[in-house]
Structures are given as C-alpha cells and as structure tokens.
C-alpha cells in the first residue's frame, strides 16, 4: 500500500532564506508526482508536475525533484517571502498498471515566512 | 487556463438533510473528476474517481449509498450528502483532469457544517 510522508510538518523561516520541503512515498512504481500549495479554508493550487521518467521541474523561483529508486521528492523554494506561507502538498499518482489510477496525498509542510 | 469551479463554497444544514455539491471544469473538458474529504489539519483522503458516462468508483469505506457521485457530462460532476448527520461536516474537494497525462486541477473546496 503506498503511504506518502512529508518532512518536515511545520517549518517557520525568515524571509529571504531558501528551503527545502521533503516528501517521500514507500511505492517506487508512479506514475508521476505532483507538488500543490493549499491556503487555509481554500482549495488545492498545482505548483508542479514531475512525470515518473523525469528527475526535476522549475517554474520560478521553485523547484521540484523526484528520486523514483529511493521514494523521494524535494520543493526547492527560493528567497521565500511571505506571501509563500501555506500548506504545500505532494501527491503521488499511481501506476494505471496496477489498476487505478488514483492520487495518494502526503501528510503536509505547513510553512510559515516571517517578515 | 485550467479553472475548476465548485459550489457551494459554504453550507450550514440540519441533519437529515441532503446537500448537493457541483463541480465544474469552465475551459476544459474533464474526463476524470476526484472527489476529495479533508479533515481539519488534515491531508486529502480521495472518496471516489468518476469518469463521464460512467459509475463512480468509490474507495474502501466510503458508502456509496451515502455519497452518491454523478458525472453526467464533461465538464460537471455533483456530490451528494444524503440525509447528512454531524460526523458528514468536512471539507469536501473536488478536482478535474483532462487526461491521463495531465495535471489534476482543484476547486476551492465546498465546507459542509452538519448541525
């Protein structure tokens, strides 16, 4: 059964520094794996996608990684400002061989940017 | 691009009354939507997959009876609490793909308060 942990649960960090969000899943055979950014009360909005094939993605001043042999993914967040603060979410999306293709979320980093 | 908009954003209820979520992907055609269950500091726990045209597929634990999913056209899916009690209060999630390979896009969440 695929389980999704992230690491750390909560983070608070100056503005301006860099940091590194951790996720990690028990099940090496996905599909692809998706970062999301949630704030409170609101829906899920998707930062980046990693397909299974593929090691990083970028967009901005984020960067996603995905290491499928050892179950993990690293957000890479540069010069973080406060509007940065929410909850950010990976997902891992299931191998359709195994008969689903359905998205398992991991447990969350909420992130707190002080000014 | 890739909007997906969900109604009611709020909903207050009696027990015993059944309550109708909608979904709607607004520039895209959705083949697949995901119904999504979010306690407070919580992950996302998937309720069910439904493709258009077809039966909902609902995980394990989730009564289906209860929840009934209704994916009658590409770019709507409705969600129903039947006769909802206090333990149904929850924020519920929906989102949208428009294929295999692309990214899940989410609405902002529909919070159900049972009383």
């Known amino acids: 059964k695929q389980e999704v942990t992230q690491i750390p649960a909560a983070l608070s960090v100056p503005e301006g520094e860099n940091l590194v969000l951790n996720c990690s899943f028990t099940?090496?055979?996905?599909?692809?794996l998706q970062w999301f950014r949630q704030d409170p009360g609101k829906g899920l909005t998707s930062l980046l996608l990693i397909q299974s094939s593929q090691r990083e993605q970028t967009s901005g001043r984020l960067n996603a990684s995905l290491d499928k042999s050892s179950g993990r993914s690293t957000l890479y967040i540069a010069a973080s400002q406060p509007g940065d603060s929410a909850t950010y979410l990976c997902a891992v999306r299931l191998d359709p061989t195994s008969g689903t293709y359905k998205y398992i979320f991991g447990t969350g980093t909420r992130l707190k940017v002080l000014a | 691009g890739a909007v997906v908009s969900q109604h009611p954003s709020w909903v207050i209820c009696k027990s015993g009354t059944s309550v109708k979520i909608e979904c709607r992907s607004l520039?895209?055609?959705?083949?697949?939507m995901f119904w999504y269950r979010q306690f407070p500091k919580q992950s996302l726990m998937l309720m069910a997959t439904s493709n258009e045209g077809s039966k909902a597929t609902y995980e394990q634990g989730v009564e289906k009876d209860k929840f009934l999913i209704n994916h009658a056209s590409l770019t709507l899916s409705t969600l129903t609490v039947t006769s909802a009690h206090p333990e149904d209060s929850s924020f519920y999630i929906c989102?949208?793909?428009?294929?295999?390979?692309?990214?899940?896009?989410f609405g902002d969440g529909t919070r159900l308060s049972i009383l």
């Open positions: 989102s949208a793909q428009g294929g295999v390979h692309q990214p899940q896009h």
């Open positions: 520039d895209f055609q959705a083949t697949t």
């Open positions: 099940d090496s055979a996905i599909y692809n």
